[in-house]
């Protein structure tokens, strides 16, 4: 087995805060054995083929409870991963991101196992507060599947945002460290989601790309992490308080996006003004993909107006 | 104190009678079964509890506590017997219970009551309705059994009563539905799941009855030993080899080859965990466990050690 980990991720996992068994094997079902296969398939992806650039991961606490609030960004959970791998790779300590999945994959074989053994739950109340209230990384993304559903050209903004996250972050008193994920979209352009072809393989849809094999793209990602936000309360509050404070959390997020889009487009323009005619024209072609000139600066909020 | 156990001459009934005994209690037992080495000083009776002896017993010994051990899983019995003897044994316990003026009932319940499907959670807590009865008719009756025990809680408010739902038991004695589960050399698994298992030591599970009377505990309890561990490390642990079968095969694999037998009922059982946070327990009685899963995967592995051929 060791031989197909690498030292640093051996190292690493020996230094995140997790009480172990001695089967290497938590009260979660978590395991040693896997997360250091799983990051040493990760690392290149992480390091080199998206070469994820990670910011502010000094706002995440070192220790003890904390929940990651970020957007969706792209089909497939690269955004996901990358937020695991940035956790486990960029923060000192390492620690252990652990989100909730979607209850469809729990019903398919190897997904099911696979994610337990990585720390990566079904998507349950109970485990994202049992989570937290063990002093432990959770990872949530409040829009849901219908953020992974997002297509390439709405991919800087956000969708509706749930509620719950905000209730249980006030209730176990946990502070919520919001993150903007960039690039998901344009590593997996999704030009559309087949329901149907879902509904074959027990999916909600699968997400379909505008080339043949559906794999990402070796596009830079990036992924900010913002100053944490605590909220006072006990998360019984009305839905009208607790709308306002999940609207402050999206904003935050937002923000990150919108600053994050225009470095994205600054690096493009000055990568694009260095380029020899003949690699512009093939990137033009690639760049079709576009939404149409009018829409392409939409705000980062407000896709959905009626969420707040 | 005088305590009556109900199906006393099972593996883990005698085990509990004996740590009763040996916290100084009097104690009288019931089964249908006998128990030849049963020890000195502990008054035994082969009736059957659904019977008019039976009744007897409790009317003549008049027994402070009853632990109401006697119930059956589908492994031991079909299932309209198991019915009668879970429902109906377990109404017959508490009806005398509250005629011959008993004051404490311990129901000794399980935890397979949450049930287990893809989208129950790890750690169930004692508020949450079962589950899987769709899924897995075969422990309806245990459920109920489970739910008519917490009822006396309102219905019988003179008498104190414990419902425990207990883990799986392995140890030395083997028995129990993990035990057998995992019981021939090939133990079967689904490709591509590896549910947690929890279980306690049949020792522990002794200690916590005898804990529940001692502490005259009152109320629905979950009851665990150390952590879970997935299914593939219990197999390894315990000498076995795992017979990876395709979901679709499952059905039909069971009782095959050397595999134990199973309801069709069990294979969500065999895909996704049933695990409970035990904490409460702890809490009221300052039960810890006393043997770990290593030590009990241990001892379950030298007493039942696979024959190679």
Known sequence: MSLFVSPEVKGRIERLEIPWNRFGVDRYGVSKKHLALGFTAIEPFYRHYFSVKALGVEHVPRHGRCMLVGNHSGGIAIDGAMVIASMFFAKEPPRLAQGMIEKFLNRMPFASMLSSRFGQLTGLPEHAERLLEDERLLMVFPEGAKGTAKLYKDRYSLVRFGTGFVRLAMKTKSPIVPFAFLGGGAAFPTVANAELLGRLVGAPYVPIVPYLVPVPLPVRLEVEYGEPIYFEGTGAESDSVISGYVEEVRTAIATMIERGRERREDFASRTLANLSEGEKRVIGRAVSLEPEPGHGHARATDREGGAS | ?309
């Open chain 2, 1 to 309: 104190m005088k305590i009556l156990i109900t199906g006393i001459s099972g593996a883990t009934g005698r085990i509990v009678a004996m740590k009763l005994l040996e916290a100084g209690h009097e104690v009288v037992g019931i089964d249908r079964r006998s128990w030849p080495e049963a020890p000195e000083g502990l008054e035994m009776h082969r009736v059957d509890i659904r019977s008019r002896p039976a009744e007897d017993v409790f009317r003549t010994t008049r027994p402070q506590v009853v632990v109401h051990m006697a119930t059956v899983t589908h492994l031991v019995a079909r299932s309209e017997d198991r019915y009668r003897i879970n429902l109906g044994g377990t109404r017959a316990v508490f009806e005398h219970a509250a005629r011959y003026g008993v004051e404490h009932v311990v129901f000794a319940g399980r935890h397979t009551y949450y049930g287990a499907g893809p989208d129950t959670p790890l750690y169930h807590t004692e508020d949450e309705p079962p589950m899987a009865m769709t899924t897995f008719p075969e422990l309806a009756d245990l459920v109920a059994a489970d739910l008519y025990a917490g009822s006396a809680l309102w219905r019988l408010p003179e008498i104190t009563t414990t419902v425990l739902r207990m883990v799986y038991t392995l140890g030395p004695t083997g028995h129990g539905t993990l035990a057998s589960f995992v019981r021939g050399p090939w133990v079967p698994m689904v490709i591509g799941f590896d549910p947690l298992f929890q279980f306690m030591h049949e020792r522990d599970v002794a200690r916590a009855i005898e804990l529940s009377v001692r502490t005259r505990l009152r109320g629905v309890y979950n009851v665990a030993g150390p952590q879970p561990v997935p299914l593939s490390v219990l197999i390894r642990q315990t000498g076995r080899r795992a017979f990876w079968v395709p979901e679709f095969a499952f059905r039909g694999a069971m009782g095959r080859f050397g595999l134990p037998k199973l309801p069709p009922g069990a294979l969500s059982h065999v895909k996704h965990p049933v695990v409970v946070d035990d904490a409460a327990f702890r809490k009221a009685t300052g039960y810890e466990h006393s043997v770990d899963e290593v030590e009990a995967m241990r001892q379950y592995r030298e007493a039942f050690p696979v024959v190679s051929r």
